[in-house]
């Protein structure tokens, strides 16, 4: 089993910049997947990028494409997203996922940190 905890989120005006952090614990940070989601008021959560295990492919909603960028660091055991050029679309609450890939099965979130973009 994994603990993912967020963190970085905050307040920030349209058009700057902001990164996200996700530690894991608990398990071979390595064997997972890894994603970001996001939830905004009232909409159902969905993707916003993904990152697979040895950080080789990485995939992106087109809502965030050429702004966000998704890495790791399996040493750290740290996920990051830096969100470039943010805008007030971008509010909401950023999930980490991990998604297992080596062994067996198992899927776990983190509690969430808040983004919210306005002037």
């Known amino acids: 089993q994994v603990q993912l905890v967020e963190s970085g989120g905050g307040l920030v005006q349209p058009g700057r910049s902001l990164r996200l952090s996700c530690l894991a614990s608990g398990s071979t940070f390595s064997n997972y997947a890894m994603s970001w989601y996001r939830q905004a008021p009232g909409k159902e959560r969905e993707l916003v990028a993904r990152?697979?295990?040895?950080?080789?492919?990485?995939d992106y909603a087109d809502s965030v494409k050429g702004r966000f960028t998704i890495t790791r660091d399996n040493f750290k055991n740290t996920l990051y997203l830096q969100m470039d050029s943010l805008k007030p679309e971008d509010t909401a609450v950023y999930y980490c996922?991990?998604?297992?890939?080596?062994?067996?099965?198992?899927?776990?979130w983190g509690q969430g940190t808040q983004v919210t973009v306005s002037s």
């Open positions: 990152i697979g295990n040895t950080a080789r492919t990485t």
């Open positions: 996922n991990a998604f297992r890939v080596v062994g067996s099965s198992g899927e776990y």
